[in-house]
């Protein structure tokens, strides 16, 4: 039976490149999106080229409505959702005295409230079917902690709290649940950085290169094909943060 997937976040970077591999696999995918609509219309149109229809939905996850209409939209469709994969995330990069509450409420919003709004409303399908993956997109940074980008930090590292939680909350009705934490990654989120930034962050790293989504999205293949994986953190990071 064909799988259903929700990835939230999935236009652009880490989500665009899950969008396509599950995609590719035969899994039906609803791809959720906020601003950017212009990227989601040529993932969809990328993806038709090769003969694989794909949902592309607007949704701002970060409140609890629109989280409720994109599961309402993808169960009143396909019936039921096996896959969430929480992936919508923004950052700042700022010192945490410049940090405002606006900040924190928009970057905790987006990057925690969403991920718990979206798993609430998916929990009791995957309940009901006794099977069910939710994958949270962490960082490296919410296990360690990140100089100048201190919300983030909190964000992830609650996601992480989350993720264990709910593992053994959900173990019981056969719904495994895992956070991916990246290092650096190639993606707009890190077009901050200078290439002379790039480079140093490179020679930091003892695999010696900046990683890119799709070393990710193997991970989630792996993640929903394995059985017995949940509540677990797992780094992908090129050995540049080992704890």
């Not at 959720?32 to 701002?60: M, P, R, T, V």
């Not at 609890?64 to 009143?76: I, S």
């Not at 991970?219 to 780094?235: F, H, K, M, N, P």
Request: include cysteine.
């Amino acid at each position: 039976m064909v799988k259903v997937a929700i990835i939230t976040g999935s236009s652009r970077g880490i989500g665009r490149e899950i969008a396509k591999t599950l995609a590719r696999k035969g899994i039906t995918v609803v791809a959720n999106y906020n601003k950017s609509e212009e990227a989601a219309k040529e993932l969809k149109q990328e993806l038709e080229e090769e003969g694989i229809k794909i949902d592309i939905i607007k949704a701002d996850v970060s409140k609890r409505e629109d989280a409720k209409k994109l599961v309402e939209f993808t169960l009143n469709k396909y019936g039921k959702v096996d896959i969430l994969i929480n992936n919508a995330g923004i950052s700042e990069y700022k010192l945490f005295t410049d940090e405002t509450d606006e900040d924190w409420n928009k970057i905790i919003n987006t990057n925690l409230y969403s991920a718990f709004a979206m798993s609430q409303e998916v929990i009791p399908n995957m309940v009901h079917n006794k099977s069910g993956c939710i994958i949270n997109m962490s960082s490296a940074w919410g296990v360690v902690g990140g100089s100048l980008e201190v919300i983030y930090s909190v964000s992830k590292a609650g996601l992480d709290g989350l993720t264990k939680a709910l593992a053994k909350e959900l173990g019981p009705s056969n719904i495994r649940v895992n956070s991916i934490a990246p290092g650096m990654i190639y993606t707009k989120m890190n077009e901050k950085f200078s290439k002379e930034e790039l480079k140093e962050i490179e020679e930091e790293i003892p695999l010696g290169k900046i990683g890119k989504p799709s070393d990710i999205a193997k991970c989630i293949e792996w993640l929903l094909e394995d059985e017995y994986t949940t509540g677990q953190v797992i780094s992908i990071n090129g050995g540049w943060i080992i704890t």
